[in-house]
């Protein structure tokens, strides 16, 4: 499957990409490129692999959910530059 300059301008709208028209003719080749290695992984033979899930075969040790200091917030509010009612005072960011 070879990439036009159509294709090339409908997939940078799509993803909202900006080319350059300099640069449209460098990208379907890129495009090009990257199709035609995809096209050359179909040819690898997997019937005899099994799907992998996870390239670890081991778990996760869990352990129990234990809060073990709490109930700081005065002591972490002393490192704040600016604190009023128990909060941190922060610069508006939505108008």
């Known amino acids: 499957m070879a990439v036009d300059n159509e294709t090339v301008r409908k997939v940078a709208f799509l993803s909202r990409l900006r080319v350059e028209p300099e640069k449209l003719e460098e990208t379907k ?5 990257i199709l035609s290695w995809v096209e050359e992984l179909n040819e690898v033979d997997t019937d005899n692999v099994k799907p992998l899930v996870s ?10 959910d234990v809060v073990n200091a709490g109930q700081m917030s005065e002591a972490i509010l002393q490192n704040a530059p600016a604190q009023e009612f128990g909060y941190f005072v922060v610069p508006k960011v939505v108008e």
């Open 29 to 33: 080749q890129e495009f090009n490129k």
């Open 55 to 64: 390239v670890n075969d081991e778990s996760l040790t869990m352990r129990e």
